[in-house]
């Protein structure tokens, strides 16, 4: 029962409110609800905001909603990604929106159930987020072409023998197909060595950010962000692609002058800013924190703020 699962901490809790210090009213949207560690200390903390939350995926959806009923109508949730979402609640709340947090990633509770097949070690293959949703890790890893899976090893892994790989895989699968996520990771295992990570590290994630579109629910996500006045805007990262666009978006953001770089005279006005990054560089989890959470080792945490 999904009432049953452990209490979860998340990551950058502290860092979080630190983003969030100056937001006192408003709606705050949590476009990554997770199991709802990050909306509980918001709502405890400042008792005058309400939150949204959004989620894919329906255990964590009802697992929130039992941990934070709590807060009564100062917090509701809807389904859907949040690359989606999120545009929908900007059209309706519009300028009462305060803030929008999104940690980006897969939550330890789904790296831990073997059924969601996220782990090395799970007896499934799929890395589904949304259970409903079509594509899952299976059908990539099997029925891909050659081409496909170079283009995700090589693009959402950044593995280098991203050739090699997909070869070695279609090669396999013509005898026998990979069933399970200990299959597939043991296979590479056996295959790559001498990385300081393990070798299926890489593949993983770009398995997963392929089934569940990461990159594009983010892309849209800060599409729809650039709209935001007078609001905070909180985003964690786990590897470097993700962080690579935030931190690209947040300098794009703000340009006062956004006309061509062939030009030589500003014509635009030079009035184009949307406001200012709050986190020169990305608050990282401390030492306490990486103690008791290894997932916290990765995490980044980039703030920027909007101007009116």
Not at 12 to 30: P, S
Not at 44 to 58: E, F, L, N, S, V
Not at 194 to 200: C, E, F, M, N
Request: overall charge neutral.
């Amino acid at each position: 029962m999904t009432a049953s699962l452990p209490p979860h901490t998340p990551v950058l809790i502290h860092e979080v409110l630190e983003v969030f210090e100056g937001v006192e009213e408003g709606v705050i949207v949590d476009c990554t609800l997770g199991f709802g560690g990050h909306s509980e200390a918001l709502l405890r903390h400042k008792p005058h905001i309400k939150i949204i939350g959004i989620d894919k995926d329906a255990q964590a959806r009802e697992y929130a909603s039992k941990r934070l009923e709590i807060f009564g109508d100062r917090f509701s949730c809807v389904a859907g990604s949040f690359g989606e979402k999120f545009e929908e609640i900007l059209q309706t709340y519009g300028e009462d929106i305060s803030g929008v947090l999104a940690d980006i990633g897969v939550s330890s509770l789904q790296l831990d159930d073997p059924q969601r097949g996220f782990g090395f070690h799970a007896n499934n293959l799929d890395m589904r987020m949304d259970m409903d949703a079509y594509l899952n890790a299976r059908i990539v890893i099997n029925q891909y072409s050659i081409y496909e899976l170079e283009r995700i090893f090589k693009e959402y892994g950044e593995i280098k023998e991203y050739k090699k790989m997909a070869s070695l895989i279609v090669h396999r699968r013509q005898k026998e197909p990979f069933v399970s996520a200990n299959d597939l990771s043991n296979f590479l295992q056996k295959h790559f060595r001498g990385s300081h990570i393990h070798p299926a590290t890489l593949a993983f994630q770009a398995i997963r950010i392929e089934v569940n579109d990461e990159l594009g629910e983010l892309k849209k996500l800060l599409e729809s962000a650039s709209r935001l006045k007078k609001a905070v805007f909180g985003i964690i990262s786990f590897h470097s692609l993700e962080d690579r666009m935030v931190k690209n978006t947040f300098k794009q953001w703000t340009k006062s002058c956004i006309c061509e770089s062939h030009v030589y005279k500003c014509e635009c006005g030079n009035n184009h800013s949307k406001g200012a990054i709050i986190t020169k560089k990305p608050l990282v989890a401390k030492e306490e924190e990486n103690r008791h959470n290894r997932r916290a080792r990765s995490a980044k945490l980039r703030s920027f703020t909007f101007k009116d």
